[in-house]
């Protein structure tokens, strides 16, 4: 479906809906109620995986489906149904009309209408053959093996999706956004002489098509980015454990600034009293210099949208700003009884779920230092360049990340890469201690899903080089 098709027509002229009679039941399923909507979506997704030479696994899908939501007060009826018709339509308005009771009486007002599209409409699965998508795969294995005699095992991944999302609210409210989303994968295993074995892996991706990761210039550099980290973890050596400065490197090490902070800054969290960021509003909860942004309108990247998923369009929202909180990420529903706007935050994993408050690109400002400097401020200490898995606790801010590659830093000065480096903390304890904030700014690759209640979304990740003063590492050695 690339032929310049409109949610409209997809879901209306084309589809099982009448249009009128659909505007009818979602007024009859919304009266009295103080918010709520109808979310059509259309879904199409595609992978490949090649594993050692072999392609794997390669499927496809296509779904579609409705989730119509009322609200009352903080009470929620909701329904969702794979069949778009008028019959389970009916059937699912009559379901969340039962909930009325805690209605506030103050109808949420209708989201402000946008043209705006952050990315292609076109379907990126349509737009490029099958056997390309194949071959790729195949071109990465032959060419990471041709790159180093240490290669044991090569694994690449290609996907894709094309969402088409249309909201209808009670009134006339009406938008529609169509979603594109591609990522690749490409993993690398070495092996040394003792047979030691590393990994090392890259991805990237966005809400673009496929073209771009099929030049020749982009999937090799994700080889040659995932073979480094490979070759690097190769030679590395056991971390050093104690509290001591932490230097974390720019883009993708934002996604500890994801979990460990910005979950708590997520509206539902603040307005139940649960975040450790509650009743902050106006107070210093960071160091000077930190601005933390969560930006859903940069174009193409993984975590924006035209419109989030309730039908408000997405804005830049500075959440803190030079170390002072300034608010929260709002759904509807959570900023409506905090007694606030809503930010676009709204989202939701699929038509079977309904919306909450979620981050969309979540990055910290430059600051004026450069990262040479911030490095050689270093006695000695730890650099963090790439992240692996971790576990946070969303109440209270407490995390563990483990790197998957860190070096030591002696005497101001870059030196040996470390293995089995831990950083423990406190997400907003850690934010006091930032001492420097670097002047290099980048944004991840393209390749962050964020889970929290059941769902996953996509999202984007980003931070200039950090300087941490006093976090607690673990790992295998003693501290010096």
């Not at 430059?366 to 050689?376: F, L, S, T, Y």
Request: charge should be negative.
């Amino acid at each position: 479906m690339a032929d310049g098709i409109t949610t409209d027509e997809l879901f209306f002229e084309r589809g099982g809906l009448d249009k009128e009679e659909t505007k009818r039941m979602v007024d009859h399923a919304l009266e009295g109620a103080d918010d709520g909507e109808l979310f059509l979506e259309y879904r199409q997704g595609e992978s490949f995986s090649l594993d050692d030479g072999r392609i794997r696994s390669a499927s496809f899908d296509a779904s579609q489906g409705f989730g119509l939501r009322s609200v009352s007060g903080e009470a929620i009826g909701f329904a969702h149904s794979t069949t778009l018709d008028q019959g389970a339509l009916k059937r699912a308005a009559e379901t969340v009309r039962a909930v009325r009771s805690g209605a506030s009486g103050t109808v949420a007002e209708a989201p402000r209408a946008t043209n705006r599209s952050l990315y292609t409409p076109d379907n990126p699965l349509d737009l490029v053959p099958f056997n390309a998508k194949v071959d790729l795969l195949a071109k990465i294995d032959a060419f990471a093996r041709s790159r180093e005699s240490k290669v044991v095992q090569v694994m690449a991944s290609l996907s894709g999706s094309w969402q088409a999302v249309r909201i209808l609210r009670a009134g006339g409210m009406e938008a529609g956004d169509i979603r594109p989303l591609v990522r690749l994968n490409v993993s690398v295993v070495v092996q040394d002489a003792n047979g030691r074995r590393e990994t090392g892996g890259h991805g990237m991706g966005g809400r673009v098509g496929y073209d771009g990761l099929l030049e020749e210039g982009t999937w090799k550099g994700a080889v040659d980015e995932a073979l480094r980290q490979a070759l690097v973890a190769l030679e590395s050596a056991d971390s050093p454990a104690g509290e001591m400065p932490v230097v974390l490197g720019p883009g993708w090490p934002g996604i500890l600034l994801h979990e460990a902070i910005g979950h708590g800054l997520e509206g539902d969290g603040n307005r139940k009293g649960t975040s450790a960021f509650s009743n902050g509003v106006g107070k210093r909860v960071a160091a000077k210099g930190v601005t933390i942004v969560d930006d859903g309108t940069l174009q193409d990247r993984r975590g924006s949208l035209s419109i989030d998923d309730e039908g408000t369009p997405t804005q830049r929202n500075v959440i803190i700003e030079d170390g002072i909180l300034t608010g929260y990420l709002q759904d509807r529903l959570n900023a409506r009884l905090m007694g606030v706007a809503p930010t676009g935050n709204g989202r939701r994993q699929s038509h079977a779920h309904h919306p909450i408050p979620r981050m969309t690109n979540t990055f910290m400002l430059a600051g004026e230092h450069d990262p040479a400097e911030i490095i050689a401020s270093v006695k000695r200490g730890i650099y963090a360049v790439n992240f692996g898995g971790g576990q946070v606790d969303t109440t209270s801010g407490k995390f563990v990340f483990s790197t998957t590659e860190a070096y030591l830093i002696e005497d101001g000065k870059i030196g040996a890469p470390v293995k089995g480096a831990t950083l423990i903390g406190n997400g907003p304890d850690v934010l006091t201690r930032v001492s420097m904030v670097g002047n290099d700014l980048e944004l991840d690759p393209g390749v962050g899903t964020c889970g929290k209640d059941g769902q996953g979304v996509p999202v984007g990740v980003g931070q200039p080089t950090l300087k941490v003063d006093g976090l607690t590492v673990g790992g295998t050695a003693v501290a010096a």
